[in-house]
Every structure is written in C-alpha cells, then in structure tokens.
C-alpha cells in the first residue's frame, strides 16, 4: 500500500506542477491581458481564457462560492478513494485526476478563474482547455480501460 500511496502522491504532484508551469508561461506569453491569441495553428490555437465557471463554463453563476463546491468534492473524492481502496488498483490514474483537479482548483482561488491556453478548431470548434484537463481525463480513461480489461478477464473466466 505504501507503493501505492507513492505512486499517487508523485503523479498527483507531478502533474500540479506540470501544469501550474504551462499555465504561468501561458499568462507570461500575453503580458496579463485575458482573453488573447498566443499562437494561431492550423488545428490548434494558443489563446489565453480565465474560465468561471466548469466545463464549457458551466456554473460560472456560482461566483466564488465556486471554488469552495469543488474544494469540498475533490477532498470527498480523496477520501472515498482511499476509505475504499482504489487506490490499490488506480494509484497513477487517481494521481492524474487529483492532480489536474488541484491545479485547476489552485486557479480558481490564485487568477479568480481556471486557466485555459488550448482551442480546439479542427473541423469543430471545442472548449478551449489545458493540461490539467487533459490529465483528468487520461485518469479517467485509463480507469476506464482497466475496468473493462478487468472485466473482459473476468467474463472469460481467466
């Protein structure tokens, strides 16, 4: 279990800080104006967004009161994953989540708002997003995959 717990804590920081350095070279690029074009791409766009609310700015008309909500669930997430053991199986995909979530919710109580620096527009213009969402989502999915391996083994009866 202490591998475990290792294996979370080195990811879950190692993403924080990954991203927090995306993010502070991202504000740096614009020279503290919001809301501006860093790098135009073909498929990709580098544009510095301050998001309020959750994703695709969802909520934002929670204000502040934002911030403390999602405090309350990422420390609620934290303790059911380790009261009920996950973390023996998803220690790194757990770190990913924990760790995207800390460094958007950092946003929220540093720049009033989390900072987004990638626009998707290939075919579709997307949310624009950053590491940590990217992060959370590899977490997610990573979960997602061992379960249904888990559970393809399981049904073969291996």
Known sequence: MVRNILIFLLVAIGTF???QNLKI???DA???VEYMTIVKGACIDLELHYNRGVAF???AFLGDNLKWLQLVMIL???VF???EGYLKKYAFAIGLIVGG???NLYDRFVHQGVVDYVAWHCGFNFAVF???DVMIDLGVAIILLISYLDYKREKRGV
Do not use: E, K, Q, R
């Open 57 to 59: 700015s969802l909520l």
């Open 101 to 103: 979530a800390l460094g």
């Open 30 to 32: 614009v020279n503290g």
């Open 81 to 83: 994953v380790f009261y």
């Open 25 to 27: 070279m991202a504000m």
């Open 130 to 132: 950053n590491y940590a």
């Open 76 to 78: 609620g997430i934290i």
């Open 17 to 19: 800080v990954i991203d």
